[in-house]
């Protein structure tokens, strides 16, 4: 909570003395497009927080961290966006903002992979077809083909009988 005080104060202090981008303290964190997400619920999916951080630009990659043994969320990630403007503005809307009852804290970070983790282990684009085809809905047919819709509808009837 301190630490979403004090980024809410230095970001008020920037506003009223007129800070120029290049001064601002965000310009440290301008070779890194991570951001650490913390104070997230745990009942929260992938697909919710990108759903909530792709209002300031579109994220690349998430590591939304969990525990081992029984799979959920320990309440915090790290997200990747394309452009590193985005990091700023989620760190400044979304610090302290408050999300199913818990208080975010959002902030720039300098993302080091572990050494068993691949560059593309948290793609975005990666996780959302994981996601499809263990929920059934993706089909195997081209999105051009006009059985699509059918063959999809069909996986989900499959799944919920």
Not at 33 to 44: H, K, N, R, S, T
Not at 143 to 161: C, G, V
Request: proline content about 3%.
């Amino acid at each position: 909570m301190n630490a979403i005080r004090q980024t809410a104060l230095l970001n008020k202090r920037e506003l009223e003395n007129a800070t120029p981008p290049s001064a601002s303290w965000h310009a440290d964190y301008r070779d890194t497009a991570w951001i650490y997400v913390g104070g997230l619920p745990q009942d929260l999916s992938e697909g919710d927080v990108i759903t909530i951080f792709s209002q300031f630009g579109n994220p690349t990659h998430l590591n939304l961290v969990r525990d081992r043994e029984s799979g959920k969320s320990k309440g915090f990630c790290f997200l990747k966006y394309e452009d590193q403007r985005s990091c700023d503005l989620a760190v400044d809307n979304l610090g302290g903002a408050d999300v199913l009852g818990r208080m975010l804290r959002v902030d720039h970070t300098r993302y080091k992979r572990r050494d068993d983790e691949g560059e593309d282990d948290f793609r975005i684009d990666i996780l959302e077809r994981k996601a499809a085809l263990e929920n059934g809905t993706a089909a195997d047919a081209d999105e051009q083909d006009p059985m699509r819709d059918y063959l999809i509808r069909e996986k989900r009837e499959e799944a919920s009988t």
